[in-house]
């Protein structure tokens, strides 16, 4: 059985990135990103899982240490 990532834990990152970057809106967390809008959508709720490009971005465009990133996600 797949384990679930933690959705508590992707909002709570991508609000952190918010709030560091001051970025008013999860359109502007896409495009500081460079991913589509959706994308943020489909991983806030649950709809998409977060992968290794996406882990990538967060550590190169967000500066999170990708061992922060796995413990946001701590899958279940």
Known sequence: ???KQDIEGI????DEVKA?????SDAHLAHFLFVAPP???KHRQGK???GDSMI???H???GFTV???RRELKEK
């Open 20 to 24: 560091k970057y001051n970025l008013r």
């Open 60 to 62: 190169e465009k967000a």
């Open 39 to 41: 994308i943020i959508s």
């Open 56 to 58: 990538l971005r967060l």
């Open 11 to 14: 909002n709570r990152m991508f």
């Open 48 to 50: 998409l899982a977060i």
């Open 1 to 3: 059985m797949k384990k």
């Open 67 to 69: 061992a922060h990133i």
